[in-house]
């Protein structure tokens, strides 16, 4: 009953996305007001109608109803109760009901938060948003109805995936989603600008909160999934440039793009239309990331059950949704008159600067993602693209990207004094020196890689602190009335220098990890020792133990360092998961702010001796705290009182302050 | 500068940067790009042992041979040609015989030195290459016809 409730409700979403698309759209069109109205409730009604659906989903879910053949695919009656309500989102079908569910509410945001938005604007905006709903609605009736019944119902499911249940992969979906379909109130707001061929200040302050928050949550995504690949793939890796990385690391790439550029819009009024194509791309892009993660189409160490037929479907959406707006793009974009004119040499260049060098990375990263699509499409071959050519393409550009980034904050708007900017900079200069000098000094092995990447963060990290001591008129003036002036900073500013820092933490992470990262694999019998990067690994045993749904054999190592004093005792899990019939690998780790020791245990081979991999990674977790830091700056950010949602009264005090700055 | 000017500098940087780019790429597709090829191509054509490539099909029944210490020999097959593989390492944990597999490396003396093995994520995925090099051999129908067989003799 509840079942068919949730089935019911998801059609009725279905009507009310499509009363949400047309009627306002028309409504603006013919500047009739009662159709205008239509939006704010319809888009509500959607929320409502979708949050039924859900519910009763994953109620199907947590009482294990095997008549439901998504339940019976992919539950079971023994699963855990979390991973039971995680595998709502865990497959195909609930997934696709996740994401029109957090577009509905998205939606209904928009509904709620704007009422100070000019009616036709607002009306054109939710139009977008039913739109782009109800194409994902028919998509998911069609073809991937998470209701559809299973009759007569077997006595159990068939389980989840036991990769799958994970703590962080139960959490990676609902952000991965809330950052993609995040990028869909820009893009709404970008075709409502288009349409109504007005691009202003008061514009940004709009999108600038939702493209933040929706950049926010997709860090959070992107490194969750990072971070359970990590740790529970066993191949010891954070990125592998897979495809399916690739997919959600694109719109990133372009979000953050979007919310440099947004901010040249609000404050000078410049590149207007630049702005607007960036949150279409960067929706776009969403959209290009489901495809490719639901239809199967690429080689991927993600790559799920897929359905070529689903395949087409959203491929057929996304020629809609993107040349649709591309080709309204072309046709009204260029009537979207610039204002404010700058110097190359300034703070709108700097940030135009950066979104040059965001979009060129983007575009190799989607090129090397899509060549082997558009090999095969002609028929020379099948390829795959693999690390190296990113490696070979993506850091070059970036390397630039991080030494600009640096100065940005110090350049003045329109026009700005670059021998200036640099002599504020000393700071940077002088970490930069001394993070090459104890580069070079403390490692073992050459890597021009390691220096440079080091080199870059100290300078991001120093050329982000001079930023601040210089707000504070840091030792330029007595220290009380520095930290007052700390404590009267924007937020958005705040903001803007924890993530700034957190891409630089995030930099030595990545570079340590990738330069220094030492590996082994080797048979070991109990007993035997192995040394690796100054650590001895001795497996002490290995043995069954029994968890709530698997069979495991447990390896445990004691690692001990160079004096001889055990620092970890590890104990990797090569788990059998006899419902799933299937095998994971749990590897075990051990953390610290220098370096992750790792352990892995595989198969036995003769004589009771056991495939064993061992990995000590340096700054491993500075990736991760880095990638909070980005997040957490960006939230910083968005609690300032002016992207507060629809505040215009305070616009005038925004100028001033602006203007006395 | 002059507005002119000051637009020419932006379309320049960004073309350069685009140029850069492109340098960049074509560059990297050279050497970064690895070729697909099916075991039946791998054992009818000769290929230079510098050169990394791919090859997929199913895990040859009975071929699985772990006497090797921490190195794994299984051969690779399109139930037209069956292609010897070594992989040191761990393999995915669901790599099994009978089931679909994809393996970069180099080609030395007939003997495919692996050192990336993909399997399958799931027992409905089939890794997009692996599958192509069954059609290929034919082999695909034969699959397809046992699985419509299987499924036909479960609901009897």
Known sequence: ????????????????????????????????????????????????????????????????DFSVLAVAQNSHSLKPLVYKVAGTWGNHEGSMLLWVLVLALFGAAVALFGRRLPASFRARVLGVQGAVGAGFLL????????????LPPPPDGNGLNPLLQDPALALHPPFLYLGYVGFSVAFAFAIAALLEGRVDAAWARWVRPWSLAAWCFLTIGIALGSWWAYYELGWGGWWYWDPVENASFLPWLAGTALIHSAVVVEKRDALKGWTVFLAIVAFSLSLLGTFLVRSGVLTSVHAFATDPERGVFILVLLAIAIGGSLALFAWRGPQLAGGGVFQPISREGGLLLNN?????????????????????????????VGAPFFEATFVPLMGPMIAAMAIGPHLSWKRADLAGAFARMRLAGVAMIAALAATLVL??????????????????????????????????????SSLSRIGRMPRAAFGMTLAHLGLAVAIVGMTGASAWKIESIQSMAPGDTVEVGGYAFTLVGAGEVRGPNYLALRGTFEVRDKAGRVVAVLAPERRDYPVEQRQTTEAALQATWLRDLYAV????????????????????????????????????SLSDRRHRLGAPAARRRDTAIEAAR | MRPRQRRLTFVVIGVGLLGIAAALALNALESGIVFFHSPSEVTEKAFPPDRRIRIGGLVEQGSVNRSGGSTVAF????????????????????????????????LKGGVFMADEVLAKHDENYMPPEASAALKESGFWQHMKDQQANKASGKAK
């Open chain 1, 139 to 150: 998509f998911i009736l069609l073809t991937s109805n998470p209701f559809a019944r299973l």
């Open chain 2, 75 to 106: 051969k690779i097959t399109d139930m037209a040609h069956a292609v010897p593989v070594r992989y040191t390492g761990l393999l995915p944990d669901l790599f099994a015989e009978g089931q679909g597999v994809v393996a970069e490396g180099f």
């Open chain 1, 356 to 384: 040059l060098l965001m979009t060129t990375g983007a575009a190799v990263v989607l090129l090397g993602t899509l060549y082997p699509l558009l090999v095969d499409a002609l028929g020379a071959g099948k390829v795959s």
């Open chain 1, 601 to 636: 245990i595989g198969e036995p081979t003769q004589g009771g001796a056991f495939v064993t991999r061992f990995y000590v990674h340096p700054f491993v977790a500075w990736i991760w705290a880095g990638c909070v830091m980005m997040a957490g700056g960006g939230f910083v």
């Open chain 1, 443 to 480: 490692q073992d092995k050459l890597s021009i890689g390691a220096v440079a990447g080091m080199g870059l963060a100290a300078w991001l990290a120093g050329g982000t602190l001079a930023d601040l001591v210089e707000r504070a008129r840091l030792f330029r003036e007595p220290l009380a």
């Open chain 1, 1 to 64: 009953m509840i079942v068919e409730l949730g089935h019911f409700a998801l059609v009725l979403a279905l009507f009310a996305a499509l009363a949400q698309c047309a009627l306002p759209l028309a409504g603006a069109a013919r500047g009739s007001e009662p159709w205008m109205a239509v939006g704010p409730p319809a888009a509500a009604a959607q929320a409502a109608c979708l949050a039924i659906a859900f519910a009763a989903l994953v109620h199907a879910y947590v009482t294990s």
